[in-house]
């Protein structure tokens, strides 16, 4: 296939935010710097520059895969990305339309190393040997990335529409880019929002779009063509990151004010202002506060707790004390503020999702590897041995939730001899708690069924009323108890149906509500798909 010759020229520049902690990998973890800190697991730098780098090849694949599963069309994912021959019916594959930069971040606090343990789902413990090191990028990083959509030549009144199909193409694109971003003025704030680099479903590397600009070079003429090719590839960067201080939130009124400049109004009235969305999916949002319930039928009153999500002393802290509780920055807020943590909490609601499983398998005369295959499917798992293929979790918290409320608290602790009952010298520690609290967590289930909408009604009826199981350190001194005061869940059939919301703290709490009937009939179809199956039987 021959290549069509450009016609216009788009340039886009757009300014990216991290709205959680994020891990970008390097393609080789074996190849870093001399002055590389040794993390078994380091994020990707710049070879020249040392920064942190957002790979074009990461950001264009996180683009293509959302375009396909919000709108299923895969032809312009084609059109914008390219294809290869073996996806190309003519077997030759072609270039896309679109062309992205490598973009370089800029952290507001140090990059810090996160040490964890591997932990069993199933019995919440940790599993020797599996320790690891990775690199952190903080919430708040921005990288600037830098776009060119090509429109090929435009001769006649048939072709110039090929310009607004290119462009409504791009937005569907980026949709996701300020999709679940609160700022105002931008479209499908109630969406998951795109993710990037490694443990998304756990909350990491949540990012949106805040600024944007577009530029439009007509090349058929000798002012588009000198206006975009005398400049050098810094000047072409420098250009589109002054834009964006007087940008626009969405990429639509970006490329509205580029076209209305350059006189082509008919093209601007034809730009989608939103992108569809035709994924199934439900939204559970849960407002947790940190500590037990007085009485578990009002699980409102909450009497505070503490809670130690350990990261490194904010630099006027240091010396003070030896750990502080994790702060972050969030969205639209200039200080740091004190957050849940975002691994921390997706594994334990996977590990109360999993206990609920195996008492309800075990009660119903189900084998072992039925609960722990179902949950899997939903909450993630090692490789499964007959497909040979990885298991993510569909049910995926969007970001870290941040938390309001409550107040830092000083502690002090001393280890004590478990024989003698005395202190043990020099075994002095001065820890920054948090002390109460809320926060909002949304969990985003994809391709959901009845069975895991029967699940999550039970997690949670757990963190509502008996709040048994804890989060970050000091579990063992009573700290990090999570109680559910309101929990709604949203149905979205991603058909022409509008949404529907359960409150699942009614259907716990009022067992005669129309909410507490439905989820009775998602709870009996869970308890169906773990009861044992004749040998043969399709599951149902």
Not at 55 to 65: E, F, K
Not at 92 to 119: C, K, M
Request: glycine share 10%.
């Amino acid at each position: 296939m021959s290549e069509t010759p450009t016609s216009v020229l788009w340039e886009i520049t757009v300014r990216l935010v991290l709205l959680s902690d994020t891990h970008v990998g390097p393609a080789d973890p074996a190849h870093r710097r001399a002055d590389e800190p040794g993390s078994d697991l380091p994020v990707d730098r710049d070879p020249e520059t040392g920064l942190p780098r957002l790979r074009a090849t990461t950001l264009a694949g996180v683009l293509r895969h959302d375009l396909v599963a919000r709108t299923g069309d895969t032809a312009s994912a084609g059109a914008l990305f390219g294809t290869s021959a073996a996806d190309d019916p003519a077997r030759t594959g072609f270039p896309g339309a679109l062309d992205l930069d490598d973009a370089e971040g800029r952290v507001p606090t140090a990059i810090t190393s996160r040490t964890g343990n591997r932990v069993d789902p199933a019995s919440g413990t940790a599993l020797p040997g599996h320790l690891w090191r990775r690199e952190i990028l903080p919430a708040g990083t921005v990288f600037i990335s830098h776009l060119r959509l090509h429109v090929s030549a435009l001769e006649d009144e048939r072709e110039e529409g090929e310009e607004a199909v290119s462009l409504g193409r791009l937005t569907a694109c980026v949709a996701g880019l300020y999709r679940g971003h609160t700022g105002p003025g931008t479209p499908g704030s109630d969406a998951p929002g795109l993710h990037v680099g490694a443990r998304t479903g756990r909350g990491h590397g949540a990012i949106a779009a805040t600024s944007w600009s577009a530029r439009r070079h007509d090349l058929t003429t000798a002012e588009g063509w000198f206006a975009h090719h005398a400049r050098t590839w810094s000047q072409r960067r420098a250009d589109g990151e002054n834009a964006l201080t007087d940008g626009s939130p969405t990429l639509t009124e970006a490329l509205v004010r580029a076209l209305r400049s350059a006189d082509r109004p008919d093209l601007a009235d034809g730009i989608p202002a939103t992108a569809p969305d035709r994924g199934p999916r439900d939204e559970l949002r849960l407002t947790l506060a940190v500590g037990e319930p007085d009485d578990p039928l009002l699980p409102a009153q909450v009497r505070p707790g503490l809670l130690m999500i350990a990261d490194p002393p904010p630099p006027d802290r240091v010396g003070a004390v030896d750990r502080a509780h994790r702060r972050r920055l969030a969205e639209g807020a200039p200080e740091p503020a004190p957050v849940l943590g975002d691994t921390a909490l997706h594994a334990l609601l996977k590990r109360l999702s999993a206990r609920l499983s195996r008492d309800a398998c075990e009660a119903l005369g189900g084998h072992e590897d039925l609960w722990r295959h179902w949950h899997a499917q939903w909450w993630g798992g090692d490789t499964d041995p007959v497909t040979a293929l990885p298991r993510p979790s569909r049910v995926r918290l969007r970001r870290t939730p941040v938390l309001t409320g409550g107040a830092p608290l000083t502690t002090t602790r001393l280890t004590v001899d478990s024989l003698f009952g005395d202190a043990v010298d020099g075994h002095l520690s001065t820890s920054d708690v948090h002390c109460g609290g809320t926060a909002e967590a949304v969990l985003d289930v994809y391709d959901p069924d009845d069975s895991v909408r029967g699940l999550l009604t039970l997690l949670v009826r757990d963190l509502a009323t008996v709040p048994a199981d804890t989060l970050g350190s000091g579990a063992g001194s009573g700290h990090g108890r999570l109680t559910a005061t309101a929990a709604t869940l949203t149905v979205r059939t991603g058909d022409c149906e509008p949404p529907r919301t359960v409150d699942l703290l009614t259907a716990v709490l009022d067992p005669e509500s129309a909410d507490a009937r439905l989820a009775r009939g998602w709870v009996s179809r869970w308890h169906a798909r773990l009861e044992p199956r004749a040998e043969g039987e399709a599951e149902r």
